[in-house]
């Protein structure tokens, strides 16, 4: 395992650069949701990352938990989906900008 | 030579595979026609019919495919080609590699070398397993979508909601099983199963963990998509459900992945519960039985015998489920719900419960302290 | 070294197009595909266990309930990726800068492989930490599950 901390960063880094530009880009919601995951994968990344170069095991159980909240976050956020589709006939955020249904 | 025997292990992993994959469509064909009180396959005879009995099997093993593979591959309008295509060996693949972490025998002493038969010797096996089973479905969801028909989607919709409904109870079931064996090691899992409960019974897993096997085996069936099960291809609602839209080889991957399916939950049922290769009262010298009564067997034999009985359980399984299969009728999706989350998840929970609270109390109930 | 250049560049390729693909599906899909060369590089840093929980988890549940509302709401591909022009350079500005400023406070540290001990990233080792300091929040990450789901039925009720 010869590959320096410091490369992992960078590419925790930049696959959660990817992820916000994602978020700020798309107007499809689920596509939305899904940058989301990929900021969240940036960050367990490098959890797990420095979880190695620490030679301690706390990194790798926040990514254990990161899953969980993730997984929390998924099935709340797909179920407001629905929900808002069902009433909107939308998924494009842009056009969800009316508060009054 | 280490890596040519991880070759022939999975090889032979994969063979057991195939051919039970094949020879289950036979089974079913014959066995359904048995329980219906039909004939079933006896076309397709060798020498004209000279034969006394007909060779309903060459039917299945060798016409069966050659129509199937010379079939033409109908790929519907407005599909998208590279999912179509994709879709049936996503259903597939997953399977193959669950059967590398299933010990198929005992250790195999040739020539000074000690050789475990288990293709993949992973640490974790149940782990492995359950990422794999939860990687199947993507065949059944991107073969929906990717079809442009509403059938087939609605196949696909249906398979993925019941997939991942009966993965949880499917999940829990194992972790009362882990419990009771200390080990994610499926190998390992095996070998405590040798042991004795009061130096007579076999400690199968059975006989620790009942309500575990009812569930794990109810949500195995409900994993692999056949009747009682069968709504994402239920053929009297969606024709063929997921698959309605494939033909020819890409058709009979999907066909052939549901009996891989059978008998990957029929060998881990086997593995889990029933003792693995582990044949009651045999040890690596030979039989001890409870009366004091001992036969020494060679080694070699007793890794045969092994073998022999993982696949003669095997087979019991896999019989059982296609019993199942061609008994009970298809389940309402409501029922289909119901079962899997206001039935088994409860059952499960509390087995888990159950499992964990006596494991601490009891030093020694269990089969690993 | 290979492995983690080839995993690293295949990860952030599967993440650019899950980002910009115009059909969901596909996006969906290569999201899966960064999900599992994501698992492998825990393998690859020894964290075994949480690679098992990154395939069962996220590529085994998480994405197949993704696919699953794609499926159902119907997938229509966006004709382009809208959003006004400005919103879209201001998007790349700041990742631009963002994943700059990430990748310079990196300081390259070789890391020291010697002596780790073989129950690294083990299930035990993992199980014993989580069980033991990280209890409580273990308990109320089930409180937040818990939540999560009284909150997704609900939601999936009112709509009826």
């Known amino acids: 395992m010869t590959v320096p901390i410091g490369h992992w960063l960078a590419l925790s880094a930049v696959l959660f650069s990817i992820g916000a530009v994602g978020v700020l880009l798309r107007r499809n919601l689920i596509v939305v949701l899904m940058a989301i995951e990929i900021m969240l994968n940036a960050v367990n990344v490098a959890f797990v990352a420095l979880s190695r170069h620490l030679q301690s095991m706390d990194g790798q159980v926040i990514v254990f938990f990161v899953m969980t909240v993730a997984a929390a976050e998924a099935a709340v956020g797909l179920a407001i989906i629905l929900a808002v589709f069902a009433q909107r006939r939308t998924l494009n955020a842009d056009e969800l900008g009316r508060l009054r249904g | ?369 | 070294m290979t492995a983690f250049w080839i995993l690293a560049t295949l990860a952030v390729l599967s993440a650019i197009v899950t980002i910009l693909h115009r059909s969901p599906v596909y996006g969906a899909l290569a999201l899966v595909q960064t999900l599992l060369l994501i698992a492998a590089m825990f393998a690859l840093l020894d964290a075994h266990l949480v690679a098992f929980l990154q395939v069962i988890v996220y590529a085994g549940a998480i994405m197949v309930l993704f696919l699953f509302v794609i499926m159902l709401l119907g997938a229509e591909d966006e004709v382009r990726l809208e959003g006004r022009s400005a919103l879209r350079l201001g998007a790349l500005v700041s990742a631009v800068a963002l994943a700059f400023e990430l990748a310079t406070v990196v300081v390259a540290k070789r890391v020291d492989g010697s002596a780790l001990p073989a129950s690294f990233g083990s299930t035990e080792a993992l199980a014993e930490r989580l069980f033991s300091r990280w209890a409580l929040p273990f308990e109320l990450t089930s409180l937040l599950l818990m939540v999560a789901v009284v909150g997704a039925v609900v939601l999936a009720r009112r709509k009826a």
């Open chain 2, 1 to 369: 030579m280490d890596l040519l025997i991880v070759f022939a292990k999975c090889l032979v992993a994969l063979l057991i595979v195939l051919q039970v994959g094949v020879l289950l469509l036979w089974v079913e064909r014959k066995g359904s026609a048995l329980i219906q009180d039909r004939v079933g396959a006896n076309r397709a005879n060798l020498f004209g019919g000279i034969l006394p009995f007909n060779l309903g099997i060459v039917n299945t093993l060798m016409a069966d495919p050659l129509k199937l593979f010379t079939k033409e591959d109908i790929v519907p309008e407005g599909a998208d080609r590279f999912l179509h295509w994709l879709a049936p060996f996503l259903a597939l693949f997953p399977l193959f590699l669950t059967f590398a972490v299933i010990p198929f025998g005992d250790v195999l002493e040739i020539g000074g070398r000690t050789i475990d038969l288990q293709a993949v010797e992973a640490g974790p096996g149940i782990l492995f397993v359950l990422a794999l089973v939860s990687l199947g479905v993507y065949g059944v969801v991107l073969g929906g979508w990717a079809s442009n028909s509403r059938y087939a989607l609605l196949g696909g919709i249906r398979g993925s909601a019941q997939m991942i409904s009966y993965e949880i109870a499917m999940g829990l079931a194992l972790v009362a099983v882990v419990l009771t064996f200390g080990t994610l090691d499926l190998q390992q899992i095996v070998r405590e199963q040798g042991k004795l409960m009061w130096g007579v019974v076999p400690a199968w897993g059975v006989f620790y963990q009942p309500l575990a096997l009812l569930v794990f085996f109810i949500a195995g069936m409900a994993e692999s998509k056949r009747a009682p099960f069968d709504l994402p291809e239920a053929e009297s609602e969606l024709i063929a459900g997921f698959f309605t839209e494939y033909s020819g080889s890409k058709q009979s991957v999907f066909m052939m992945a549901d009996f891989v399916e059978v008998a990957i939950v029929a060998a881990l049922v086997t593995t889990l519960f029933f003792g693995g290769w582990q044949v009651p009262w045999l040890y690596r010298d030979g039989f001890h039985l409870p009366g004091g009564l001992s036969i020494p067997l060679p080694s070699l034999l007793v890794t045969i015998l092994g073998v022999l009985a993982f696949l003669v359980k095997l087979g019991i399984f896999c019989w059982l489920q296609i019993l199942i299969r061609w008994t009970l009728p298809r389940l309402r999706y409501d029922q289909l719900m119901n079962l899997g989350w206001k039935r088994l998840l409860p059952i499960a929970l509390v087995n888990v419960a159950v499992t964990a609270v006596l494991a601490l109390l009891l030093q020694g109930w269990t089969v690993a302290s």
